[in-house]
């Protein structure tokens, strides 16, 4: 069965320091895809960064870097240099080799500043 | 582009009553998908369509029916309402049907209470 688990149901974080969100998932699949979304108060899903399960290198965008452990089967999520407009639900997400997506239950980002 | 479209915003509904949720999209994307957000919970996927005609069920697909008579629109149907389908409901759309895989895109979701 297709998992993904995200163990820090809050996190804080000083502003302009930087942040890993876990994420660890569960597949018999070889080839998958693992993303991260941030969904701030106003509801909407915004996709943040995306590796595939044969990517060698690790992705990046911009502030945001996946750090992919496939033998772990981790997918952490780095937020350099946090803001205070960082502060949102944070979900992982995996898509299966048959088309389905799964979801974690989210971490809760705060910033201080 | 207006991208993912989802009517209503918000519905109230009684016990017993049925209702479908509209969605749309303008990207001529392939897969499109349903999911409900609980508290706590994250996200859990309802049914999914790979293209017109050709649907599936996800994780939690009872109580729920859809079909995709065109590439644009993916309507969601609650049969016979009932509380504990009370959540938001988002609507999801992405070009690709296989890996490597183009995010999805979201609609703005449809706050649903049952009464």
């Known amino acids: 069965a297709q998992k993904i688990t995200q163990t820090q149901p809050g996190m804080f974080v000083q502003e302009k320091e930087a942040v890993t969100l876990d994420c660890t998932y569960d597949?018999?699949?070889?080839?998958?895809?693992l993303f991260w979304y941030k969904q701030p108060s106003s509801g909407e899903m915004i996709f943040l960064i995306y590796?595939?399960?044969?990517?060698?290198q690790n992705a990046t965008e911009g502030r945001y870097s996946l750090n992919f452990q496939k033998a772990r089967k981790s997918a952490n999520l780095v937020i350099s240099a946090s803001q205070l407009g960082d502060s949102a639900m944070y979900f992982c997400?995996?898509?299966?080799?048959?088309?389905?997506?799964?979801f974690g239950s989210g971490t809760k980002l705060n910033v201080k500043p | 582009n207006a991208g993912v479209t989802q009517t209503p915003k918000f519905q109230v509904l009684k016990t017993g009553q049925s209702m479908t949720l509209q969605c749309a999209q303008d990207?001529?994307?392939?897969?499109m998908s349903w999911y409900r957000q609980d508290p706590g919970m994250g996200l859990r996927l309802i049914h999914y369509?790979?293209?017109?005609?050709?649907?599936d069920q996800g994780e939690v697909p009872n109580g729920y029916n859809v079909s995709r008579s065109t590439t644009e629109d993916f309507p969601l149907r609650l049969l016979s309402a009932a509380p504990s389908q009370t959540s938001v409901y988002f609507c999801?759309?992405?070009?690709?049907?296989?890996?490597?895989?183009?995010?999805?895109?979201f609609g703005p979701g449809t706050r649903l209470l049952v009464l």
């Open positions: 990207m001529n994307h392939e897969y």
């Open positions: 590796q595939g399960s044969y990517d060698e």
């Open positions: 997400a995996m898509l299966s080799n048959f088309n389905k997506f799964y």
């Open positions: 597949t018999s699949d070889q080839s998958y895809g």
């Open positions: 999801a759309s992405s070009l690709g049907t296989s890996l490597p895989q183009e995010t999805q895109y």
């Open positions: 369509s790979v293209g017109a005609g050709i649907t």
